[in-house]
């Protein structure tokens, strides 16, 4: 699959302990301005120790790829493959993959989700908003997936330093090396024997959506509206009191499900099709539609859509600035169907163009849910 030239940002030429990688960069996936911190002082730590064997290696939460690419650049006899629950990310790790001229294997995973086998060394830099449970299952599961003697190597913000004292206070953890820098900590770590990880990591709390009966949520860690009811979401329960009904609905980037919800509460469609970039949302969307409605949704994980989708209507959730080129590249496939988009204005606003005809819109704090026809339409035919 070719990258859009519009969501490549730049590329970046990243000089690293001998070893030179080009990498093309997105704004919607994190450090796009340059290689970060964190992962140099994580990949300046593997040359202190040792004990390290590098035949099978793990690139977890890839990002657009630098840290196993580099492993693989600096031996090109080493095993690596790199994964990451985000599809834009891993199509830009395999991209910059071949740019490289570099023979590793890309896969979009949750987690531990689709590896395979065991590995010599797990090596990932921890996101910053990492939960107790979401460390726990990187670090458990890791233990799970390492041969006799592998490692995990991890970079963390110093934020979340107390909770990774918390992980590695554990009978069967060994660390094998330990550094503490400005902003970041490093740890490489050995198992004993085997930990088992959380069943529900993900799991943050609930969120109360009031529909016809009051509907609660599991949320998880990692998504927008986790706790309270976002004002888009807010402005969309307004908006689908008056939009015609539809059987099929197409909901694209559906967060932890709750616009779906109350898409179906107030429409009755027979037919629900997730889509996103991000496993995690498809998970949760999913589990919470499932749970709470006759429906059981289609999911489909994609970087961006490729072709116009068939439905009858498509509920679109604009939250991010950095992800409106990616917006934008999803609208070119989509100005021929009828849309409900909901989010920050602004953000809307900029998506939507002039490529539809707006037929009602209701707005709150600064948030909206906009009813658009493709411009040949005059009503929901």
């Known amino acids: ?16 302990s001998k070893v030179t990688l080009d990498l093309d960069v997105s704004q919607a996936l994190f450090s796009s301005f340059t290689v970060d911190k964190g992962t140099k002082a994580l990949l300046n730590s593997l040359r202190k120790n040792d004990a390290i064997e590098y035949t099978r290696c793990l690139d977890l939460g890839c990002g657009y790829g630098p840290i196993g690419l580099f492993l693989k650049k600096q031996d090109p006899l080493r095993k690596v493959e790199l994964v990451d629950r985000d599809h834009l990310a891993v199509l830009f790790a395999a991209h910059n993959a071949t740019l490289n001229n570099l023979d590793v294997l890309t896969t979009p995973s949750l987690g531990y989700d689709a590896t395979q086998g065991n590995y010599s060394l797990i090596i990932t830099n921890f996101p910053a908003k990492a939960s107790l449970p979401g460390l726990q299952a990187f670090v458990y599961g890791a233990s799970q997936r390492l041969t006799e003697h592998g490692t995990i190597a991890v970079v963390i913000v110093r934020e979340l330093i107390a909770l990774m004292e918390k992980v590695l206070d554990h009978e069967h953890i060994r660390v094998t090396y330990e550094e503490h820098k400005k902003g970041h900590s490093i740890y490489h770590i050995q198992f004993t024997q085997p930990i088992t990880p959380p069943k529900n990591p993900y799991t ?5 959506v009031p529909l016809t009966t009051k509907t609660l949520l599991e949320t998880a860690y990692g998504l927008h509206e986790f706790d309270t ?3 888009g979401s807010q402005a969309l329960i307004k908006l689908l009191k008056n939009v015609p009904p539809a059987q ?3 909901a694209l980037e559906p967060g932890q499900g ?10 009755q469609p027979q037919q629900l099709t997730h889509c996103s970039r991000d496993l995690l949302s498809l998970l949760v969307a999913g589990n919470n539609v499932k749970r709470s409605t006759p429906l059981t949704p289609t999911s489909l994980g994609t970087p961006f859509l490729q072709q116009q989708p068939t439905t009858d209507l498509v509920l679109w959730r604009i939250d991010h600035k950095k ?3 990616v917006h934008k590249e999803n609208a070119k496939f989509l100005r021929q169907l009828p849309v409900v988009m909901y989010g920050k204005r602004s953000f809307v606003t900029k998506v939507a163009g002039t490529q539809w005809r707006l037929q009602r819109e209701d707005t709150y704090k600064g948030h909206c849910a906009q009813y658009l026809l493709p411009k040949h339409l005059t009503n929901h035919e």
């Open 229 to 231: 009811l976002s004002f």
């Open 248 to 250: 099929h609905v197409f």
């Open 323 to 325: 992800d409106l080129e």
């Open 204 to 208: 943050r709390g609930t969120l109360a």
């Open 1 to 16: 699959m070719d990258i859009p030239a519009p969501l490549i940002k730049k590329r970046l030429t990243f000089n690293f």
């Open 258 to 267: 709750t616009g779906s919800l109350i898409a179906i509460n107030a429409m």
